[in-house]
């Protein structure tokens, strides 16, 4: 199935899942104190750091699939004061926010920075994505990634306090590119954040799949597909 991008004057993607991949890297075997010391942090044993990364990690992973916290999700830096057991310096929040940073941020395989190159040739894009800890991370390594041009904004739901499902993530960068929400197709991997959060917003939606089981007559959502390059694929 070709699909007709012909109504609409703008291209808003999400990102890890869409674009970067082997991100949220929080798993049992995660050595957050070893990541800690390499990047040349000292005020914490590896031991302490991995402790209040991996305290900071749960508390905000039961919250992020609560929709009682769509519309006030914590920082990490909230998460790392909250669930410590000692009143930490704010330096050392910090550094251990950029470790949290460090093990959520991802990669962009070279398919799919093809992919954003050839979007970027002929739609204006912008980012509007999930993200647990500040976007400094991910800035600091889009110029590597060689992508940071293709984008007029970025929006991270760090940047403020609600998170997508909430229309209100997608109401926010709607309102600062001047865009209304039919003017707009959003593009993501998740159907409870993405698709539905992008309805919510009547914004609509392609879904990028992979292998789930195709949504079927739900007004807004234009399409499904398998992943990034599937979707560049069947732009007519």
């Given at each position: 199935?070709?699909?007709?991008?012909?109504?609409?004057?703008?291209?808003?993607?999400d990102m890890n899942g869409t674009f970067l991949f082997e991100f949220d890297r929080f798993d049992e075997s995660?050595?957050?104190?070893?990541?800690?010391?390499?990047?040349?942090?000292?005020?914490?044993?590896?031991?302490?750091?991995?402790?209040?990364?991996?305290?900071?990690?749960?508390?905000?992973?039961?919250?992020?699939?609560?929709?009682?916290?769509?519309?006030?999700?914590?920082?990490?830096?909230?998460?790392?004061?909250?669930?410590?057991?000692?009143?930490?310096?704010?330096?050392?929040?910090?550094?251990?926010?950029?470790?949290?940073?460090?093990?959520?941020?991802?990669?962009?395989?070279?398919?799919?920075?093809?992919?954003?190159?050839?979007?970027?040739?002929?739609?204006?894009?912008?980012?509007?994505?999930?993200?647990?800890?500040?976007?400094?991370?991910?800035?600091?390594?889009?110029?590597?990634?060689?992508?940071?041009?293709?984008?007029?904004?970025?929006?991270?739901?760090?940047?403020?306090?609600?998170?997508?499902?909430?229309?209100?993530?997608?109401?926010?960068?709607?309102?600062?590119?001047?865009?209304?929400?039919?003017?707009?197709?959003?593009?993501?991997?998740?159907?409870?954040?993405?698709?539905?959060?992008?309805?919510?917003?009547?914004?609509?939606?392609?879904?990028?799949?992979?292998?789930?089981?195709?949504?079927?007559?739900?007004?807004?959502?234009?399409?499904?597909?398998?992943?990034?390059?599937?979707?560049?694929?069947?732009?007519?």
């Amino acid at each position: 199935m070709k699909i007709d991008l012909g109504k609409y004057d703008h291209l808003m993607l999400d990102m890890n899942g869409t674009f970067l991949f082997e991100f949220d890297r929080f798993d049992e075997s995660q050595n957050f104190g070893e990541t800690y010391v390499k990047t040349g942090y000292t005020s914490l044993s590896e031991s302490e750091a991995q402790k209040f990364v991996r305290q900071a990690y749960d508390h905000l992973a039961v919250r992020y699939i609560d929709e009682a916290y769509y519309h006030r999700f914590p920082s990490v830096q909230e998460a790392i004061k909250d669930t410590a057991d000692v009143e930490l310096p704010e330096e050392i929040v910090e550094e251990l926010t950029d470790t949290f940073a460090l093990h959520e941020l991802g990669v962009l395989p070279e398919t799919h920075k093809r992919s954003l190159d050839q979007l970027a040739d002929k739609y204006p894009l912008s980012v509007l994505s999930n993200l647990w800890a500040p976007k400094k991370r991910w800035l600091d390594n889009m110029p590597s990634w060689e992508i940071n041009q293709h984008f007029e904004a970025m929006h991270f739901s760090s940047d403020g306090v609600e998170m997508k499902p909430h229309p209100a993530f997608f109401n926010r960068a709607l309102a600062d590119l001047q865009l209304s929400p039919k003017q707009v197709l959003y593009v993501g991997d998740s159907y409870r954040c993405d698709v539905m959060g992008a309805l919510g917003a009547k914004v609509d939606v392609v879904w990028l799949a992979g292998n789930k089981a195709p949504v079927e007559h739900l007004e807004g959502h234009l399409a499904t597909c398998v992943d990034l390059p599937d979707f560049v694929s069947r732009i007519v």
